[in-house]
Every structure is written in C-alpha cells, then in structure tokens.
C-alpha cells in the first residue's frame, strides 16, 4: 500500500506541475495584439533603415506634394522670365509679341494655381499634424 501511495503522489505532483507549466505558458505567450503589430513594424522599420522618422505617413505626403508643386511653380517662374525675355527681344514684330504676352498670362496664372494649391496643401498637413498631435514636422514649424 505504501508504494501504491508513493506512487500515487508522485503522479498527482506531476500532474499538477505540467498542469502548472501549461498555465503558466498560456500566460506568457499571451500578448497582445497590438504590441506584436508594432513590433513587427519596428523591425521591418529598422531593417529598412526608417528608424529615425517620427512622421506618419500622411505628413509624408503632404511633403512630397509641397516640393512638386514647388518644383511646378519654379517652371512657371522660368517660364515668365523666358516669355520677358521673349518680349524684349521682340524689337516690334506683332506674333513675338503675341506670343511672350500670350506666354507670360499663362504662366502667371499657373503660378497663382499652383500658389493657391500649395497653400491649400499647407494648411490640410497642418491640421493634419494638429489633430495628430504632432508638434514638430516637415511642414514649416516657425509658423505655428
């Protein structure tokens, strides 16, 4: 009887230990979601060598469509200086003159669109920072 209980004991204290070991696992691998999201994400982002950006990727965006409309309005600069350059060298003749003038109003209207959009855009990724939370950006950070 007694190695009946001997072994008795030992086969409840087994039991309760891998009983006690699969609790005990169930609560270590329980993590949540979100944290393996963004661990993830925080590898992925280190790999490819982003860790150092604190914006997101609306702010990105908004950057990335500042400098082409900067870009669009530095042609249409080049293009009003050519047009005057057009004009003067035009001693007279009506269709160079046609021409430059004709040139010169597109060209600023363009500008005032692309003035108009770049404004528009400023002002879009400012509230965009503003309703994130973010203090410093890309966007101009004097003017806050």
Same mark, same amino acid.
């Given at each position: 009887?007694?190695?009946? *209980? %001997? *072994?008795?004991?030992?086969?409840?204290?087994?039991?309760?230990?891998?009983?006690? $070991? =699969?609790?005990?696992?169930?609560?270590? /691998?329980?993590?949540?979601?979100?944290? !393996?999201?963004?661990? !993830?994400?925080?590898?992925?982002? +280190?790999?490819?060598? =982003?860790?150092?950006?604190?914006?997101?990727? /609306? &702010?990105?965006?908004?950057?990335?469509?500042?400098? =082409? $409309?900067?870009?669009?309005?530095?042609? =249409?600069? &080049?293009?009003?200086?050519?047009?005057?350059?057009? #004009?003067?060298?035009?001693?007279?003749?009506?269709? %160079?003159? +046609?021409?430059?003038?004709?040139?010169?109003?597109? @060209?600023?209207?363009?500008?005032?669109?692309?003035?108009?959009?770049?404004?528009?855009?400023?002002?879009?990724? %400012? *509230? &965009? !920072? %503003?309703? @994130?939370?973010?203090?410093?950006?890309?966007? *101009?950070? #004097? #003017?806050?």
């Amino acid at each position: 009887m007694k190695l009946k *209980n %001997k *072994n008795f004991v030992k086969i409840i204290s087994i039991g309760f230990v891998l009983v006690g $070991l =699969f609790f005990l696992t169930d609560s270590l /691998q329980a993590v949540d979601l979100r944290s !393996q999201v963004y661990g !993830q994400l925080d590898s992925g982002k +280190e790999t490819s060598g =982003f860790t150092t950006s604190r914006y997101g990727p /609306q &702010i990105i965006a908004a950057k990335i469509i500042q400098i =082409f $409309l900067g870009l669009i309005g530095t042609i =249409f600069l &080049i293009l009003i200086a050519m047009s005057s350059f057009w #004009y003067i060298t035009a001693r007279g003749q009506s269709d %160079k003159i +046609e021409k430059a003038t004709s040139t010169i109003r597109g @060209a600023v209207i363009g500008l005032l669109i692309v003035l108009m959009a770049y404004s528009i855009t400023y002002f879009v990724s %400012k *509230n &965009i !920072q %503003k309703a @994130a939370g973010i203090r410093t950006s890309f966007v *101009n950070s #004097y #003017y806050s």
